[in-house]
């Protein structure tokens, strides 16, 4: 599903976000992208969705090359991909219903399938009853599903997600973990982006720790396995 | 084959274009009557220069090319047809005619009136014959009455043409110098009217600016971020222009018994004509176009797709 072969993030002035990145993931599968802040988690996400362009290496989502992609090319690639933030990203004028039918409304959808699809998917994740609310009268987790439903409403075959429990309390952002969870287990490839200890614990997935934008470890799923692999492992 | 998906994300961009309006009313409303005003100044300009043109093109109905000959009061008539006939062959000579010696004799005595008693003493009548032409309507501007006199001035038998040459060009200066003034503030306001309306798409653009990140972000394209702001620009302009023409129109049916006379001494004794279809689509089309030219020069900056 991604393939990252040394890729570099490397920023005016000469600081790196990340450096020399490698790393696989097979579609379908569940990983946690950790390490401490300013680890370049967020930088990492940022590539695979195409909002920075790497200094050096290549990746490809989907088989495709996305350093070499054309600007007029990024909007398609990412209608492919589910994207949820910390801070949710949410347009406070709109209703819940008016923002997760956005997605569905720039990929050209028919009105009468973007009201089946983002009413089936909001009584789903437990929000049917606030289909005409604004964001700002929901909790913050009713806002996070607000948000995961605007990034799962086009099934995407891949979904990121950077800190979406960051601001939310343990038991809302355990529900939340559990939506992305689902997810997953319907087919979708799952990237998360977070240092809390707590969802890394319950949650047994492939980690890849990020340490001052290098890949430190790659650590399987299983936890009795714990198989830090070196770098150069990676690569090859 | 149309693409279904294109129009359904056309149609979303329009209902997006029309949001701007919606929801800042104060920001647009200010925005289209600020142009409505400017509009309105070029407008009237464009009004005047259109009727100073009209009475140019009006008055070579009233003017006469008059052709002085040689032919005397002795001269035969089949000598005055034949010249006749020369004249009226030339491009541009509507009708003509031919006015005896003794005929512009009775006619000068005419214009002088009481003093008509000097020409008493006169023993011959000294007047020529000669031809009054009238040019036609699509040969009636300066250049072509210039080109016109020089022909007739050609004849064999002619001696001299007027045809108050002095009046017409000086008019038609004054009408070019309108014109260029025109163009200068034409000019002024387009750059003018294109600022403002670029300052209201800039204010939209801030005002949208987390709507546009998350557009993207699900993968909208350049154009569908940029178009509903287009759209507001034209919709702003072409509001503009059509409230400056109402206007215009009102300030026109209100203004013109009163003014009327006082603006007799600049159009003459025709009465100030009104925009016609064409030129009021000419002005809203401005007003789309200046519209449009400021959400362009307002988007210019913003950077695609990243």
């Known amino acids: 599903m991604i393939q990252m072969y040394h890729v570099d993030l490397r920023y005016t002035g000469g600081t790196y976000g990340l450096r020399d990145i490698s790393l696989t993931l097979e579609r379908g599968e569940f990983v946690f992208l950790t390490g401490s802040s300013g680890a370049g988690k967020t930088s990492l996400l940022r590539l695979l969705f195409g909002a920075e362009q790497p200094s050096a290496g290549q990746i490809l989502v989907s088989g495709r090359n996305i350093t070499r992609m054309k600007a007029a090319q990024v909007p398609a690639l990412r209608r492919q991909i589910g994207v949820i933030f910390q801070d949710f990203k949410l347009l406070p004028e709109r209703t819940v219903f008016e923002n997760v039918a956005i997605a569905l409304e720039i990929a050209g959808t028919a009105k009468r399938e973007i009201r089946t699809r983002v009413w089936s998917l909001l009584k789903r994740l437990g929000l049917g009853h606030r289909i005409d609310h604004r964001p700002r009268t929901l909790s913050g987790g009713e806002q996070q599903r607000v948000a995961i439903a605007r990034a799962l409403v086009n099934d995407p075959p891949l979904l990121l997600a950077d800190e979406p429990t960051g601001n939310l309390d343990p038991g809302l952002a355990l529900d939340i973990m559990d939506i992305i969870a689902d997810a997953h287990a319907r087919g979708t490839t799952v990237v998360v982006a977070t240092h809390d200890p707590t969802l890394l614990e319950r949650y047994r997935h492939r980690r890849i720790v990020l340490d001052a934008g290098r890949l430190v470890a790659d650590r399987a799923p299983e936890p009795t396995v714990w198989a830090a692999r070196s770098i150069g492992a990676t690569r090859s | ?306």
């Not at chain 2, 998350?214 to 409230?243: D, K, M, N, T």
């Open chain 2, 1 to 306: 084959m149309i693409d279904i998906r294109a129009v359904r994300r056309l149609a979303v961009c329009v209902r997006s274009g029309l949001r701007g309006a919606r929801e800042r009313p104060l920001v647009f409303a200010l925005s289209v009557a600020t142009m409505a005003a400017g509009l309105l100044v070029l407008g009237t300009y464009m009004l005047i220069a259109a009727n100073l043109r009209g009475v140019l093109e009006r008055v070579g109905a009233d003017l006469k090319l008059v052709a002085f000959t040689s032919l005397g009061a002795a001269a035969a008539p089949d000598e005055v047809e034949a010249l006749g006939a020369r004249l009226r062959a030339l491009s541009g000579v509507a009708e003509l005619r031919y006015v005896r010696p003794d005929e512009a004799m009775e006619r000068l005595r005419g214009d002088l009136g009481e003093d008509a008693a000097v020409l008493d003493g006169m023993t011959q009548n000294p007047l020529p014959g000669s031809f009054e032409l009238v040019v036609a309507v699509e040969r009636r501007a300066p250049a072509e009455l210039r080109a016109l006199a020089a022909a007739v001035a050609g004849v064999p038998g002619v001696t001299e043409v007027r045809f108050g040459e002095a009046w017409v060009e000086g008019y038609a200066r004054v009408v070019r110098m309108v014109e260029i003034l025109g163009a200068g503030l034409g000019v002024f306001l387009v750059i003018v009217l294109g600022a403002i309306v670029a300052s209201t798409v800039r204010l939209s653009l801030h005002a949208r600016a987390d709507e546009i990140q998350i557009q993207r972000l699900v993968g909208a394209g350049g154009l569908f971020v940029r178009l509903p702001f287009y759209l507001e620009g034209a919709l702003q302009g072409g509001l503009a222009a059509l409230a400056a023409l109402l206007l215009l129109r009102a300030l026109y049916a209100l203004g013109m018994p009163l003014l009327g006379d006082a603006l007799g001494w600049l159009v003459g004794s025709q009465a100030l004509v009104f925009f016609g279809p064409a030129e009021a689509a000419g002005l809203v089309t401005l007003g789309v176009l200046l519209g449009l030219g400021g959400a362009l020069m307002s988007l210019f900056s913003l950077e695609d797709h990243r």
